[in-house]
C-alpha cells in the first residue's frame, strides 16, 4: 500500500508546516498516503483531513478548559482508528497538549511517532520534556536553541530551521510595498498587527487603536495600515476603529500582513510568528500580548525563560521592546513605537543582527523534514 502518514495540525500556522512536509514526502514518495486533521493547504497537497483543523484552535489555559470534552472526544476516535489501522508514522504538528498525548498512545501500540515545532517547553514548564522523551521518536525544531534544549536532555532532535525563512527574500522593497497596497509613497507608515485569533483583538484591537491615536497627536503626518486574518477579526478591529479611531488615516487590507510590515517603518504586534514575519522582512518592532488574566497568573509562575517574544530569544539579548499584560498600555505602546520613529539609530541597532539570523532558519525546512522522517523510518 506504500507509505502511510498520519498527520494533525491544529491551526493555520500548522497547516502550512503540514502542507510543505506533505508534498516533500510525496516528492520523494509518490504513492504515500496522507490522512489527519489539516486546513485547506494540507488538503490541497494531498492530505484526507478526517475533521475540521478549526476545530483544535484553541490558546490559553483557561480557554482550553471550555473545549476539553470535545477535544478529547475527537483525539480519542483518532487513536482508536490508528490503533485498529496503524499509519507508519504519526506527525503531530504543533498543538503539543492535543497531540503529544496521541503520540504516546500511538507510540505504545508501535507506530513511530514525530512532533514537528517544539512546545515552548524551553520557556516555562520545563518538566514536560519528560513527558515528551516518552510520546515522541524525534522532534523537529524550527529553531536552534531549541534544538539545544532537546539534546541537553536526549530528546532525539533535528533542527530544520523554518519554512518562513525560505518563503522571505533575504532583501524585501519597503516601496514596491507601499505600491501595492496603496500606501504613501512618502512619509513613515506604522504597521499594527494585533494578532490573527479572535482572543488576541479583543484583548489589544483597542489599545493598539489607541496607541495610533497616541502616536498621530505627536506626528500627525503617520500612516497606518492593518492587516486582517478573517473576517471576524477585521470586524473587530473596525469596531475599535470606529470608538477609539474614527479619524485616523488608516489602510486595512486583507490579509498581505508580510507585504504590510514590509511597507512600514516600524511594526506594532502581538507576539507571536508575527514578530518572527518582522525580522524576515528586517523591520524593527514593538511586541505586546495579552491574556486572560487568570491564564497569565499561571503562565507566569511556570515562565522560566527571559524573553517572551522570538527576535529576542533568537537574537539572544533584548533588543526588542516587549510590553506584556497590563504593561501594554497605549501610552507605553506608543511611546515605544515613537521611540523607533524618532530615533533612526535604534531602528538600525535593532534590526542589525536580523539578516544573519534569517539566513541560519533558511536551510529549507521542508525538505529537511521530510528527510529527517524518512530516516527515522528506515
Not at 507601499?178 to 484583548?203: I, K, M, N, T
Request: with cysteine; net charge positive; hydrophobic share 50%.
Amino acid at each position: 500500500m506504500g507509505l502511510r502518514v498520519a498527520l494533525v495540525a491544529g491551526e493555520t500556522s500548522g497547516d502550512v508546516l503540514g502542507a510543505g512536509l506533505v508534498e516533500a514526502l510525496r516528492a520523494r514518495v509518490p504513492e504515500a498516503h496522507f490522512e489527519g486533521i489539516g486546513g485547506p493547504r494540507m488538503i490541497a497537497a494531498g492530505c484526507r483531513s478526517l475533521y475540521p483543523m478549526e476545530r483544535l484552535a484553541v490558546m490559553g489555559i483557561v480557554e482550553v478548559l471550555g473545549r476539553y470534552c470535545e477535544l478529547a472526544r475527537v483525539r480519542s476516535r483518532l487513536r482508536r482508528r490508528w490503533q485498529q489501522a496503524p499509519p507508519d508514522v504519526l506527525i503531530g504538528i504543533d498543538a503539543p497538549d492535543f497531540n503529544l498525548p496521541l503520540e504516546r498512545s500511538l507510540r505504545d501500540h508501535g507506530v513511530k511517532a514525530v512532533h514537528y515545532v517544539s512546545p515552548s517547553v524551553w520557556a516555562w514548564r520545563q518538566y514536560r520534556v519528560r513527558k515528551i522523551a516518552r510520546s515522541v521518536d524525534l522532534m523537529l525544531t524550527l529553531f536552534p536553541f531549541e534544538a539545544a534544549f532537546y539534546e541537553r536532555h536526549q530528546v532525539p532532535v533535528r533542527f530544520v530551521g523554518h519554512p518562513l525563512a525560505d518563503a522571505v527574500a533575504l532583501e524585501t522593497d519597503a516601496t514596491a510595498a507601499r505600491l501595492r497596497l496603496g500606501l504613501p509613497a512618502q512619509g513613515q507608515v506604522v504597521a499594527l498587527l494585533p494578532g490573527s485569533r479572535v482572543s488576541e483583538l479583543r484583548l489589544l484591537a483597542e489599545r493598539f487603536v489607541q496607541a495610533a491615536q497616541w502616536c498621530r497627536a505627536r506626528a500627525p503626518a503617520l500612516h497606518f495600515v492593518a492587516p486582517m486574518a478573517t473576517e471576524v477579526t477585521r470586524e473587530l478591529f473596525r469596531r475599535a476603529l470606529e470608538d477609539y479611531g474614527a479619524d485616523l488615516p488608516i489602510t486595512l487590507v486583507d490579509g498581505h500582513a508580510r507585504e504590510a510590515m514590509a511597507a512600514a517603518d516600524v511594526v506594532l504586534l502581538a507576539s507571536g510568528t508575527a514578530a518572527l514575519e518582522a525580522l524576515l522582512v528586517h523591520r524593527p518592532m514593538v511586541v505586546a500580548y495579552r491574556l486572560a488574566p487568570l491564564t497569565y497568573r499561571i503562565a507566569v509562575a511556570l515562565l522560566r525563560a527571559p524573553y517572551y517574544s522570538l527576535p529576542n530569544h533568537l537574537v539572544g539579548r533584548p533588543i526588542v521592546p516587549e510590553l506584556i499584560q497590563e504593561a501594554a498600555t497605549p501610552e507605553a505602546l506608543g511611546q515605544a513605537v515613537m521611540d523607533l520613529l524618532e530615533v533612526p539609530e535604534r531602528r538600525a541597532e535593532q534590526v542589525a543582527s536580523y539578516p544573519e539570523v534569517h539566513r541560519q532558519l533558511r536551510r529549507d525546512a521542508s525538505v529537511q523534514a521530510a528527510q529527517a522522517v524518512l530516516e527515522l523510518l528506515q
